[in-house]
Antibody
Framework: QITLNESGPTLVKPTQTLTLTCSFSGFSFSNNAVAVGWIRQPPGKALEWLALVYGDGDKLYSPSLQTRLTIIKDTSKDHVVLRMTNMDPVDTGTYYC???????????WGRGTRVTVSS | DIVMTQSPLSLPVTPGEPASISCRSSQSLLHSDGYNYVYWYLQKPGQSPQLLIFLGSNRAPGVPDKFGGSGSGTDFTLTISRVAAEDVGIYYCMQGLQLWTFGQGTKVEIK
């Protein structure tokens, strides 16, 4: 059974860097058949894909946010870290960690972690 | 970027009746491998999104057969054959041909 758990600060100040961790279990993350990524959702709004890292280390970023994002794979600890710099109140929302496979797409999701950006 | 446009954005439904949601993409989602890279998700109130349909018309494991996906190219439809109270929530289509983008969501609620 695949499980994903997001963790990180609930409140960050504008201009700060957000660091979120996705801890996972239940699947092999050693090749490019599977990836782990992040998707966010502002309050009352639609979903937005942010970043992905494959098991072989290849990474993809949302073009509109790539200058602010870094995704890191740490398979020794079974987790993936997302860093987003220069946070702004518009970045407030729920951040989800999810597992991607080519056929199923984003098939399994964590419960999400809520982040508020405010001074 | 590929833009996904859903309609309607709000859908009141009567239990036991069918319902359908439309999703249109700004570019064809038909890959040379023959698959349409469109997915459907349901986000129930207070929950994470859950996968319903992958590659246009395939139900995800555990998804009841009352959910169906159809369409090709740029026009896609999610159909619920008989809506039940537990089907309320926001339905999203998503394209996976060029990175990933979601539609605005369709809120399904019981009349």
């Amino acid at each position: 059974q695949i499980t994903l758990n997001e963790s990180g600060p609930t409140l960050v100040k504008p201009t700060q860097t957000l660091t979120l961790t996705c801890s996972f279990s239940g699947f092999s993350f050693s090749n490019n058949a599977v990836a782990v990524g992040w998707i966010r959702q502002p309050p009352g709004k639609a979903l937005e894909w942010l970043a992905l890292v494959y098991g072989d280390g290849d990474k993809l970023y949302s073009p509109s946010l790539q200058t602010r994002l870094t995704i890191i794979k740490d398979t020794s600890k079974d987790h993936v870290v997302l860093r987003m710099t220069n946070m702004d109140p518009v970045d407030t929302g729920t951040y989800y960690c999810s597992v991607f496979a080519k056929v199923l797409g984003w098939g399994s999701w964590g419960r999400g972690t809520r982040v508020t950006v405010s001074s | 970027d590929i833009v996904m446009t859903q309609s309607p954005l709000s859908l009141p439904v009567t239990p036991g009746e069918p319902a359908s949601i439309s999703c249109r993409s700004s570019q064809s989602l038909l890959h040379s491998d023959g698959y349409n890279y469109v997915y459907w998700y349901l986000q129930k109130p207070g929950q994470s999104p859950q996968l319903l349909i992958f590659l246009g018309s395939n139900r995800a494991p555990g998804v009841p057969d009352k959910f169906g996906g159809s369409g090709s190219g740029t026009d896609f439809t999610l159909t619920i054959s008989r809506v039940a109270a537990e089907d309320v929530g926001i339905y999203y289509c998503m394209q996976g041909l060029q990175l990933w983008t979601f539609g605005q969501g369709t809120k399904v609620e019981i009349k």
